[in-house]
């Protein structure tokens, strides 16, 4: 009863649109014993309260509370059926409610293909995942990679984006962070205080970039260390990475440029953050030049750049982690890492963009639209030639993405290998023994946990 009173208070206040419902069923059970034992005057008044509450329909709300607790005889058509409403009957005997048995659909062939598939996509999550399957399954047949039947095949592709997040959940428990945060994407916020424009901003074409650096310092910020310049197009979700030596004007420069001769469409628009590494005099006339749309983000607001941050999590990050890289041969390295990571992340991992964003009362409603990767973006721009889709094409056509992966795997192996030298030798001129090194460096969530370890000590 307490609970009901609290329920009806909660509401009267505006504390919560609707009933959950498992506070629907705690009314339903407290209102049953009252409805059974009173008049039929005073049910009605509780019968109007009821339905104003649970907004069931009158002659459902009654037959709800005459009911509750009872055994209830339906008739089917191959025979009559008893069913139990409520929780009271079994509870006062101590029975235990028997649960439904259904036969299982994606059995254990299933589960392992999805698995492999999940890893193989550097574990997306179930919407986008879902697109992902659809996608590469074809493109591993074309290379004779998918080590599974035909029966598996058109579960996969049928199966729906819930149920991969259910079967997924204990995988995914097994790498879950404890009191840890990591950055993540901000909310969208219009770019502003533009330093020099030649054409308006606009996110429905093709061209309008945001640029970053993420900084390798390992949370040691002395001394030099490496930076990947990260540029994102607003529209489609090319991102184009190169690691630079550090974030002197020169190389950010330098690798902008070569950024921008990788696009597969002209650059438009950049826009950054107030770093001097883009707020410099060179930056500036080289875009003056070219008439591309500069602009930068308002001072101490990351989310102004919310595309980019969030590239330098689901790119960068989670491929080298965040330990610290210094030296010259980590920086080879890591070029050669993006350079397949790009054909990879560009032609075969898809991403969702917000439509729409609704707020009811404490409630925001968020509405993506469908994933896709990329270069299928790029295909559905009216903005980009036909000459650029066609080579776009032919690309898609000789990449296995299989292939990408191993080769992504054993470039990451290379890396560890040459911060796990480096650091030996750093440890023998310091004297110092006890250096902790990870077992296992390949793009896995077991090496995104360590690197984050590592750099929070």
Known sequence: MKKLEEILKKLKEGGFMSLSLKEKKAVIREESRLYKKTTKKEKEKILDEFVKLTGYSRCYASYVLRTYGKKVIVELENGKRNVFVGDDLYSERGLKIRKRKRERIYGEEVFN??????????????KRLSVYVKEIIPVLERFNEFPFNEEVKEKLISISPATIDRLLKNEKNKFKLKGKTLTKPGTLLKHSIPIRTFSEWNEEEPGFVEADLVGHDGGNLRGEFLYSLDVTDVHTGWTETRAIKNKAQVWTFNALKEIRREFPFPIKGIDSDNGSEFINAHLLNYCEKEHITFTRARPYRKNDNCFVEQKNY????RAVGYVRYDTDGELKIMDKLYSVLRLYTN?????MKLREKTRIGSKVMKKYDKPKTPYERILESEKVSEEVKEKLRRTYETLNPLLLKRQIDKITQELSRAYDKKMKERAKKTQKTDVKLPNDFPLSQNNFVYNLNEATK
Not at 113 to 126: E, N, R, T
Not at 347 to 351: E, G, N, Q
């Open 347 to 351: 032609f075969f991992l898809p991403s």
């Open 113 to 126: 293909a999805l698995v492999y598939l999940w890893k193989m996509s550097d574990y997306l999550c179930g």
């Open 314 to 317: 689901s790119v960068v990050r």
